[in-house]
Each structure stands twice: as C-alpha cells, then as structure tokens.
C-alpha cells in the first residue's frame, strides 16, 4: 500500500513538472511573437514604417503626376493660345493663316482645314489668294501704321470728291443720337487698331447660311448676299435682327476667340480706300482709281450676285467693296440716319464708285443694303466681357 502511494505521489510529480516547463516554454514562445509582431508593427521594415513609406511614395507620385499633368496642360495651352504672327501681323486666337501678304492682304480663316491653304510655300501668287476651296469664314488684315491716319476722308461720287457728307457725318453719334454703349465700343475700337495697328474686315459681302432653322452670317465665297436688312431698331436701339446686332453677334465665345466682332465703321472703311490707293488722303486720286471710279472692279449688271461671284470684283485680297449692294456702317448722318458706303448692281462703277457715301433710316430695309464685319482684338483693351 505505502508502495502504491509513492507510485502516485511520483506521478504527480511529474505532471506538475511538465506543467511548468511547458509554461514556461508557451511563455517564451508568446514573447519570441511578441517581439516579431513587434518588429513587424513598428520596426525598420515594419509594418507601420511600410504604411509611413506607402503614403511618401503615394504623396511622391501624386506630385509628379500632377506635375505631368500640369505640364501637358501647359502644353496644350500654348499649342492653342500660342502666338503666330505674319510679318509682324498678329493671327488672333481661334483663326488660322491661310495666305497672303501684309502689302497684298493678308487672309485668315476660323476653319484649322484652311490652314497654309494658300502661304507662299504653295502659293506663288499672293496678291490673288483664291476663295475656292477654304471652308471657313475669312477675313483680311487692314493696316493702319499711323493712328493719325485713321480718319474720316472726303469720298468720291460720279468721278468727283464729294464732301457733302464731310462736315454732316460723325462717328460716333452725338449724345442723345446714339445706343448706349456706342461711344465706349468706338473708343475699344480706336484704341485696338492704334495697339495693333491694324484691324481684319470680312472677306466677303455679309452672306447668309441656315443652319438649324437659324440664320447665321458668314463671310464665305459663293455664299447668299445678306440682303434687305435694317441698321438696327432706331438710331438709339439697335435691336436684335439689324446689321448691327448681327455683326456683334458673330464672335461671342471669349474662350475660343479673342477678338470682337463689329458692323464696319465709316472710318474702317476710308481706311480700307487709304490703303488701296494713298492718294484718298488728298481727294487726288487718279482718274481710274478703284476708290473713284470702280467700273470693272464690282457687280453693276443690274443682276444680285452671290457673295466673291468674280475673282475680278477683288482688290487687296477682299471682294466686292464696289456695286452689288450698299454697305451699312456704324456712321450717323444730320442725327437721324446711318451712313452706307460704296455702289449696287443698279449702278455704274464710275457714278457709284466704292468710296461713295449715302445714308438711310436704320429701321429702313433697303433692297440694295448689306452689311460688313470687321473684328478687333480684345486682348489688348483690358475690358472685361
């Protein structure tokens, strides 16, 4: 009996010991994971340091894509923005050189097909860039190296100067004659031509495309002539369907272009005829002067011809400034009428010659009237629109 109870007791024993050693064991085993999962949490390749690096080399690349970005946007800005110049001339944002000279007529397009069309790479004769096979709208640069220059002179009628409208003309209205805003957008006007010493006028008589039901104006060969149109609602309104509403209406979109569109002004226009002949300054033009007698240079067969219908009606790379029909333009007359410019097709180039001035009600639809764009810069005005 005493044998079978030292057995046990020696049993116990041994189970207690076991116990304790693989406690101890289990207790060493908790610590050796403890400190893995220490290192791994917080140590030199841990698993925080890791997330610390993760979110340094996420920051990091974030920055270097947004750099890229930033880079390629620059890109893309300047490619779009960038300024193209042609002697000296500058191309405005949303338009594209086509051809021509700064002494024969530079000529510009809204359509990138257009583009070089016609330069002198592919082009021998410049003073003569053709109409056919250019999509877009045209228009074509008007300098003006002298702002001195720029004013208003006596014009021609039947072969003689006329200065009958001389001393009744002004520009702009007088106060209480003129809409509002009149003498603000004249004086944009000035002060863009004087910057860049020059301004675009369309290429063509104002034509007319449907598009959607809607009647928009284009400056195209071959396109319809923008006849029977008013001035505008009165001398003070000038509505929303006149020459006036339809020219501002033309180049709107500021992101796209900068420039802004405009009817021709009356001083536009004899800056157009100083330009083709010089001698318009001193009412001492030659005899067979286009800007005095314009016979053969413009459609007076009696017959409405389409817009740029004769490559003979050209002169300085812009067509039909003689007959067709008459042109509004921005000038008041005696403060109750506004003055058109040049001849109609009913006429002769000689008693109608493209200098000419007359003048109509601004509500009055005249069958013979059209009407002219012309563009400046607005980049150069530091006006808000």
């Known amino acids: 009996m005493e044998k079978e109870k030292k057995v046990v007791e020696k049993v116990k024993s041994g189970i207690r010991g076991i116990t304790l050693i693989a406690l101890v064991v289990t207790i060493i085993v908790l610590l ?12 030199t390749n841990g698993i925080f340091t890791r997330a610390e690096n993760a979110v340094d080399r996420y920051e990091i690349a974030s920055l270097k894509e947004q750099d890229e970005l930033n880079k390629a946007s620059n890109f893309i800005d300047k490619y779009m923005n960038e300024e193209v110049k042609v002697e000296g001339v500058k191309v405005p944002k949303g338009f594209y050189y086509v051809g021509g000279t700064k002494s024969d007529g530079i000529v510009i397009s809204d359509a990138k097909a257009d583009e070089n069309k016609y330069s002198k790479e592919k082009y021998t004769d ?30 021609y009628y039947k072969d003689s100067p006329n200065s009958a409208y001389f001393i009744e003309c002004s520009e702009p209205s007088p106060e209480g004659y003129r809409y509002p805003n009149e003498l603000e957008e004249y004086n944009n006007m000035k002060q ?12 063509y008589e104002a034509g007319k495309e449907n598009i959607d039901g809607v009647d928009i104006v284009v400056s195209k060969k071959g396109a319809e002539v ?5 001035w ?9 369907e006149g020459a006036v509403a339809k020219s501002q209406g033309m180049y709107t979109d500021k992101s796209r272009y900068n420039v802004t569109s405009t009817l021709i002004y009356g001083v536009q226009w004899d800056a157009i005829m100083t330009w083709i002949d010089p001698s318009y300054k001193t009412s001492n033009c030659d005899e067979k002067s286009f800007v005095r007698n314009s016979t053969d240079k413009g459609n007076y067969s009696g017959k409405l011809a389409r817009c740029g219908s004769n490559d003979n009606y050209r002169v300085n790379n812009i067509y039909d400034l003689a007959g067709n ?42 069958v013979y009237i059209r009407f002219s764009c012309s563009f ?9 629109y």
């Not at 050796?32 to 220490?38: D, Q």
């Not at 863009?192 to 290429?203: C, H, I």
């Not at 505008?232 to 929303?240: D, N, R």
């Open 376 to 384: 400046v810069f607005i980049d150069l005005l530091k006006i808000n």
């Open 226 to 230: 923008w006849n029977n149109i008013t």
């Open 325 to 366: 029909v008459f042109e509004w333009t921005m000038k008041e007359k005696s403060t109750g009428y506004r003055v058109d410019r040049g001849g109609d097709y009913h006429n002769s180039g000689s008693g109608n010659p493209t200098s000419s001035r007359w003048n109509n009600y601004p509500d009055n639809p005249d």
């Open 232 to 240: 505008g609602e009165s001398m003070t309104s000038i509505g929303t």
């Open 32 to 43: 050796i994971l403890a400190g893995v999962a220490i290192n791994l949490t917080i140590g």
């Open 126 to 155: 410049q003073a003569n860039i053709p109409g056919d096979g250019l999509i877009g709208n045209q228009f074509v640069w008007v300098p003006v190296e002298n702002i001195d220059e720029f004013i208003r002179y006596t014009s």
């Open 192 to 203: 863009s031509v004087e910057d860049n010493k020059g301004f675009y006028v369309a290429r």
